[in-house]
């Protein structure tokens, strides 16, 4: 079976900012506290929490 | 395991629980409705940031293996993937605060609820919160027991 395996170990390696004053809403009016670190690059990221 | 991710092209994201962290509320229970909402509705938020392609995977061990669960459960679209560790869906046979339905008094009592909950009291970062530093600890002051602050 032929499978679409992605080595992530030897994808490119990119520059990332981090940033820990992201404030994500809710529906009950609170927000959430996040610390998000991605990509420098332009373009759209798989998002993982 | 953000630098990992974020290296390799995710935008990883620690999400704090509400009443924990630099969130606001207070944390009142493990696992709540609420809580289990917050991450359906982060999710949607996440998936609709100008630098996400719309997909969005959970992972985590223990509390946060639990978290990707729940809120999968909830069926959030833009969530496509979990990777749970050290969890399960059998509160009362396999967890930490109870074995085969029998309550671990020592731990889930003193060692467990006393650290964990004081912990989640602690003041969120001030120069992730701001100006909002002082309300959003002293809320979650008020909401927590003193019996359980003074530990």
């Known amino acids: 079976m032929k499978t679409n395996k992605r080595d992530i170990s030897s994808a490119k390696a990119y520059e990332y900012q981090v940033s820990n004053r992201y404030r994500i809403p809710t529906r009950s009016g609170i927000e959430l506290g996040a610390t998000i670190s991605r990509p420098t ?6 998002v993982l929490v | ?13 620690n999400l704090n629980v509400r009443g924990t962290g630099n969130s606001q509320g207070v944390s009142t229970d493990e696992y709540t409705a609420f809580e289990t909402q ?8 996440l998936a609709e940031q100008p ?4 997909k969005v995977g959970m992972l985590g061990a223990s509390y946060s293996g639990f978290n990707t669960l729940q809120v999968a459960a909830m069926g959030p679209p833009a969530l ?3 990777a749970p560790a050290y969890f399960t869906d059998r509160r009362y046979t396999d967890d930490c605060h ?3 339905g029998c309550l671990r008094g020592y731990y889930d009592m003193l060692t467990y609820g006393l650290s964990m909950v004081a ?3 602690l003041p969120p970062f001030r120069d992730a919160v701001g100006s909002q530093w002082s ?4 809320q979650r002051l008020e909401g927590t027991p003193l019996l359980i602050l003074g530990t």
């Open chain 2, 98 to 100: 109870y074995k085969g």
């Open chain 2, 135 to 138: 309300d959003l600890w002293e």
């Open chain 2, 1 to 13: 395991m953000a630098r990992y991710f974020a290296r390799r092209g995710y935008a990883f994201v």
């Open chain 1, 41 to 46: 690059d332009d373009g759209k990221f798989p």
């Open chain 2, 51 to 54: 630098w996400s392609n719309g």
């Open chain 2, 119 to 121: 912990m989640n009291a």
């Open chain 2, 80 to 82: 496509k993937a979990i």
């Open chain 2, 38 to 45: 917050d991450g359906y509705d982060a999710v949607g938020w």
